[in-house]
């Protein structure tokens, strides 16, 4: 018969949780650092910009569009000099910004607006004069999304 498993913390199970405790402490620092360098930020930049990484003296922060890539990549000197405060940012040489857009957001609603009855009569007029079949058939399908 298999041996059930502990799953009760007691002082000898620790040793059992030393991974776990590992994890959950990288999980703070970084999030530790991610406070640091959105603080370092200026308001309308920090505001969907993220912390991703710090190694070999190089920052990572991404960001959800690349308008705010760019601004923060314009005033890199001033955010790694306030970065560099704080002792774990301290040998931060070099700023590397990406973009990750929103993955798991709402999609804008996309209005189509309808034609006019005289753009409708130049497609169809168009597609009179055309005479490949595939544009011809294109055309009069646009045209038929008149405004009533």
């Given amino acids: 018969m298999k041996k059930k498993n502990d799953l009760q913390l007691t002082p000898d ?3 059992r949780a030393s991974a776990l405790r590992q994890l959950i402490a990288k999980a703070d620092k970084h999030a530790e650092a991610e406070q640091q360098v959105i603080a370092a930020m200026p308001d309308s930049l920090a505001q969907g910009s993220r912390f991703v990484s710090c190694n070999e003296g190089e ?3 991404a960001t959800d ?4 890539a760019t601004q923060i990549r314009f ?4 955010i790694m000099t306030a970065v560099r405060e704080y002792e774990l940012f301290r040998f931060v ?5 990406k973009v990750r857009p929103v993955r798991h957001g709402e999609r804008p609603y996309r209005r189509t607006t309808p034609l006019s009855n005289e753009n409708a009569r ?17 055309l009069e399908k646009l045209a038929s999304h008149v405004r009533d």
């Fill in 59 to 61: 920052l990572i922060i």
């Fill in 13 to 15: 199970s620790f040793g």
């Fill in 75 to 78: 005033r890199q000197h001033d």
């Fill in 122 to 138: 130049l497609l169809r007029e168009e597609a009179g004069h055309t005479k490949d079949q595939q544009l011809r058939e294109i």
């Fill in 65 to 68: 569009t690349a308008a705010k």
């Fill in 93 to 97: 040489w070099k700023l590397k910004v």
